[in-house]
C-alpha cells in the first residue's frame, strides 16, 4: 500500500479560489514533499517539509505538517488554469533519503 | 526542463519481448531512481543507484532489471513483457549533498500490445 494517501483524490474549482488537498502516511518520515505533475509529463519539485518544520510558504503555496497526526496539507491560493494538474505527496524515510514513497494523487482542475 | 533526460520518449511492443529504457541524470547527480506509473497503481518506486551501486529496491519484479553505469547514466530493463507492463516509466536523479529533492525526467510511455 501506499505511504503517502492524498485526499481528495480529485477537486474541482474557479479560478481564483484557493485549492485545499491533504496528504496522509503511516510511518515516521525525515521530510514530506509535494510535486505537481500535468497530464503524462514528469513530476516537478513544489515544495519540502522537514519532520521539524510545522509550516512552508512558497508563493502561493502554503504547507503545513502535523507529525503526531501524520498528515500534510498543501494550500494553492488565488488558482489559475495552469495549476490544473495532479498533485502528489512523497515522503522521505527516516533511513536516509533513499527511498520516496508517493501516493496516488490528487486531480486538481481549474475551471475559467 | 529538469535537466534529466530519457529515451526513448515512446515504445510500442509485443508481449514476450524485451526493452532498454535508458536514462541520464542531472550533471553531477550520483543517485539515479527508477518509477513506474500505471493509471491503477500510481506511482510506484521500482530501484534507485547511488554512484554505481544499487541502494533500495521498491515494488521491483524479477523480470526488470536495472543498472548503473561509470558515467552515472541508467538502464532499466523490461523483459518476458506482459500487457500489464504497459505504463510510464520515469527516471529521477537528486544533488549529491542531501538527496532530498528529486528531479525527473520526462518519461518513456511503454505500450505492450
Known amino acids: 500500500s501506499q505511504q503517502g494517501e492524498e485526499d481528495p483524490q480529485a477537486l474541482s474549482i474557479q479560478e481564483g479560489e484557493n485549492a485545499t488537498m491533504n496528504c496522509s502516511y503511516k510511518t515516521s518520515i525525515n521530510n514530506l514533499q509535494w510535486y505537481r505533475q500535468n497530464s503524462g509529463r514528469g513530476l516537478v519539485h513544489l515544495i519540502l517539509?522537514?519532520?521539524?518544520?510545522r509550516e512552508k510558504h512558497s508563493g502561493r503555496l502554503r504547507v503545513t505538517l502535523d507529525t503526531s497526526k501524520k498528515s500534510s496539507s498543501l494550500l494553492i491560493t488565488a488558482s489559475r488554469a495552469a495549476d490544473t494538474a495532479s498533485y502528489f505527496c512523497?515522503?522521505?524515510?527516516?533511513?536516509?533519503?533513499?527511498?520516496?514513497?508517493f501516493g496516488m494523487g490528487t486531480q486538481v482542475r481549474v475551471k475559467l | 526542463d529538469s535537466g534529466v533526460t530519457q529515451t526513448p520518449k515512446h515504445l510500442i511492443t509485443a508481449t514476450g519481448q524485451r526493452v532498454t529504457l535508458r536514462c541520464s541524470p542531472r550533471s553531477g547527480d550520483l543517485s539515479v531512481y527508477w518509477y513506474q506509473q500505471s493509471l491503477d497503481q500510481g506511482l510506484q518506486f521500482l530501484i534507485q543507484?547511488?554512484?554505481?551501486?544499487?541502494?533500495a529496491k521498491g515494488n521491483i519484479l524479477e523480470r526488470f532489471s536495472a543498472q548503473q553505469f561509470p558515467d552515472l547514466h541508467s538502464e532499466l530493463n523490461l523483459s518476458s513483457l506482459e500487457l500489464g507492463d504497459s505504463a510510464l516509466y520515469f527516471c529521477?536523479?537528486?544533488?549529491?549533498?542531501?538527496?532530498?529533492?528529486?528531479?525527473f525526467g520526462p518519461g518513456t510511455r511503454l505500450l505492450v500490445l
Open positions: 529521477a536523479s537528486s544533488d549529491r549533498t542531501s538527496q532530498e529533492t528529486q528531479y
Open positions: 517539509i522537514r519532520s521539524n518544520e
Open positions: 543507484y547511488y554512484n554505481g551501486e544499487e541502494r
Open positions: 512523497a515522503t522521505g524515510s527516516k533511513e536516509g533519503n533513499r527511498k520516496f514513497t
